[in-house]
């Protein structure tokens, strides 16, 4: 295993955080080290032998995609038992296991610990190809769709979202990084609306994104239509450009929020503003660090991070514009795709 | 909120065991009893006048559709604060709370409850219609998709996936209820395929499901084109069947599981059998109490539950029969779709 450098690199810090392992549940933190991405539940020990544990039902999957030996889960009774064979003694856990799994460990000195969300915050070239790739697909998909003819035409939401989905996987995608948001109308004022059986509305806003390889894109584009809709787009679009000609590495997440915050709060819709200026991705559409008036965690080179302010008038429309951004001692906008359409 | 049944059964288990208040964060244990689907984060604080916190992404969906009052989260001080404030002390808490949420709990003394699961057991009568018509939506669109004619066209796995996809939407579905199976030739040996940008071989193995209200449907076919496959397939079936035929309310989940495994086991493919004999559903595609080896939960009317034996033959295929049944006395299966298309 020596050369998967995120193992050594963990390993390195749970020595010096006198920490004797790492039990890892999350799936893609195991995607990450291993190259298998369980359909069931698998457990990774890190330690100077890492091993996972797989479900019966992924065995086959695992032992053709594993860089890490798997041995089959029997019950939690045997793990426990060869860990303390091991003399394992302080265990590092993820922060999102569940209390159910967190509780067949309690013989040993458990410590939440982030260092694999940590590890994954810097993103390799081979990460940022991938990420590339998702955008280029979702943005030229989107193009394909061609959301005015559909609205012109009177599609429903969900019948648009579908058919964005259809095109991403024709176009060589694997499967939308989450979700997608197709909203119209009044609607478009829930930042996470679902799409409805309901012919398009105006204005549209499509919040949506493809894997490839894994890896995640994010975009969010919002078709207007009236000249109030116009007003508060380009109230938006500054604030998102802004934001993005404003990061520098180094800077603290909170302070990206900051720029495009107070852009909005200044033409008085701050109370309108209802969520964070952006957030980290890669395996998951969601990652740390944030662009949250909270997060304090720096910037650095090889970061990627979403832009996408919003305002959201209620019972009326909402309007937001989001893209990718790979920091580079600047922010660069991943892909080209107009933030007008 | 006293016209709330399932809230005042819980309050009522609650005060059995001395408990002073549950904190619920998985969505479909708040949609259950409050009919709001969180997309960010929730807490429902269960107890004599429940209260959700939801985030302020939320706030208008969560307006809109939750019966029991809501307030924005602000911070877990603050949600904390307002606990001690009611004289909370002893704190119930979802087995799947994440370890991060856990440790923000410290204060209080906690103890992991399934009164909730165990209330979800047993479906009401509209929660089987809602799942009735969900298995139709579902079953009406597998039929329509033709598989073996797409089979016949050199269809790609994922386009027939995704075509499935648009027909039961189409047809009234809301989403898939999980990702959709679509596995041929050697791929069906892996119970959790991912459809492939591969012409459909032989045999064809769907598994899928629709949501309607929120509710999941549960339904796996096998398409077989040879001698062999057909052997496999009548071994697969007579377990299924048999399973069926043998469920009674009063017995246990496990004892279900033996009928099915009993029989592969007597044909000689006992370790070809690699996973259990079946799950309950309803809000999620996984709910308990299951069929399998350990589980000794009996089984009681108005539970649903699949029948899902199978046989996988590494590097050749597999067969596996899904249907989901409803227990009243005995095992009635939901929907029509013949086993064998």
Chains 1, 2 share one sequence.
């Not at 020595?15 to 990450?32: H, R, S, W």
């Not at 509305?201 to 109030?228: A, M, N």
Request: net charge negative; with cysteine.
């Amino acid at each position: 295993m020596s050369e998967n450098i995120h193992i050594s690199n963990l390993l390195k810090k749970l020595e010096e955080k006198d920490l004797d392992g790492m039990l890892l549940a999350n799936f893609n933190n195991i995607y990450y080290l291993s190259g298998y991405l369980s359909t069931s539940f698998a457990f990774l020990i890190l330690k100077e032998n890492p091993i996972i544990y797989v479900s019966g039902l992924d065995f086959e999957l695992a032992s053709k995609t594993s860089s890490i030996p798997i041995k089959k889960f029997e019950s939690f009774e045997e793990l426990v038992k060869d860990l303390k064979e091991e003399n394992i003694k302080k265990l590092a856990i993820e922060g999102d296991l569940s209390v159910n799994h967190y509780l067949k460990f309690k013989d040993f000195e458990l410590e939440v610990s982030n260092i694999v969300d940590i590890e994954r915050m810097i993103k390799s070239d081979i990460e940022i190809a991938k990420m590339t790739k998702a955008v280029d697909i979702a943005h030229k998909s989107l193009i394909e769709l061609d959301v005015r003819s559909k609205q012109e035409q009177g599609w429903e939401e969900w019948a648009c979202a579908y058919e964005l989905g259809r095109i991403m996987r024709a176009n060589g995608g694997e499967i939308e990084s989450f979700d997608t948001i197709f909203a119209s109308g009044s609607d478009t004022s829930l930042p996470h609306s679902v799409p409805r059986h309901h012919i398009l509305e105006t204005p549209v806003l499509v919040d949506y994104g493809c894997k490839y390889h894994g890896y995640c894109s994010d975009t969010t584009r919002t078709f207007i239509f009236t000249e109030k809709q116009e007003e508060i787009s380009n109230i938006v679009l500054e604030a998102h450009d802004k934001a993005i000609a404003g990061i520098k590495s180094g800077m603290k997440g909170c302070e990206v929020d900051k720029i495009a915050r107070d852009i909005i709060t200044e033409y008085g819709y701050g109370d309108n503003y209802i969520h964070s200026t952006g957030h980290s991705l890669g395996l998951d559409i969601h990652e740390s660090p944030s662009a949250s008036t909270k997060d304090k965690t720096i910037l650095e080179d090889n970061m990627i991070i979403t832009i996408e302010p919003g305002i959201y008038l209620e019972g009326e429309f909402g309007v937001r514009i989001e893209d990718m951004v790979l920091i580079d001692k600047k922010a660069k906008v991943i892909g080209n795709l107009p933030a007008i359409l």
